[in-house]
């Protein structure tokens, strides 16, 4: 089955301790990233990637870091959690150069204390 | 301005009525558009594409784009309680290093029986 697939799916932590969202998906796509959503500011986007080795920020990178050393693999990390980095947090790939559609993963739910 | 801008609702539509969405977008040179619809706690689910202007249908959605006046809408017709989501118009960025995906702030529909 094509997906894509985040862990965790939820996260309870406290300001300051290193974590890592992963994100891995099984259709060879070139394009992924990541988002957080808000309410009131929708969907925005953190980083993301064209390719192995290839990354580039987003709207709203601060604060996160991201590899891209395998083309399934796009993990999000937080080196040092803030409160204001609590939210929900969506992977995504679509084929080629990010001009097609998005296949979402089903979504991380961040609480930072 | 925001890249790609929506009335975030709520719209409310009485069950079997027409439900018209609306998105501008400020980058003349998106070239493709995206419409997701997003249940609460879920990931976006893509719904529809356009790439030329006019019409496109699919089943009870219409996609409507003008690339002269910046407008991208989403037409759903005979709409349905299960239609009742929030909606999300999507745009590609171009960039110099690579290719950015902007999301609407999405428009919440309500579908009243």
């Known amino acids: 089955e094509a997906q894509v697939t985040q862990n965790p799916r939820y996260l309870i932590t406290v300001t300051g301790k290193k974590l890592t969202v992963t994100c891995s998906q099984n259709?060879?796509?070139?394009?992924m990233s990541w988002y957080r959503q808000d309410p009131g500011l929708g969907l925005r986007q953190i980083y993301y990637?064209?390719?192995?080795?290839?990354?580039d920020k987003g709207d709203v990178p601060e604060g996160y870091k991201v590899s891209r050393k395998e083309k399934r693999n796009f993990p999000l990390i937080l080196e040092s959690p803030s409160p204001n980095q609590t939210s929900l947090y969506f992977c995504?790939?679509?084929?080629?150069?990010?001009?097609?559609?998005?296949?979402f993963g089903d979504g991380t739910r961040l609480s930072i204390l | 301005q925001k890249e790609v801008e929506q009335n975030s609702g709520p719209l409310s539509v009485p069950e079997g009525a027409i439900a018209s969405l609306n998105c501008t977008y400020s980058d003349r040179g998106s070239q493709s558009f995206f419409w997701y619809r997003q249940y609460s706690g879920k990931s976006p689910e893509l719904i529809m594409f356009?790439?030329?202007?006019g019409d496109k249908e699919d089943g009870r959605f219409t996609a409507q784009l003008n690339k002269a006046s910046q407008y991208v809408s989403l037409l759903i017709r005979d709409s349905q309680p299960s239609d009742s989501a929030t909606y999300l118009c999507a745009a590609p960025m171009i960039k110099a290093a690579g290719n950015k995906l902007t999301f609407g702030g999405g428009t919440r529909v309500l579908v009243k029986p």
């Open positions: 259709m060879n796509h070139e394009y």
């Open positions: 995504a790939s679509s084929p080629g150069q990010g001009f097609g559609a998005q296949h």
């Open positions: 990637s064209m390719n192995v080795e290839v990354t």
């Open positions: 356009i790439y030329s202007n």
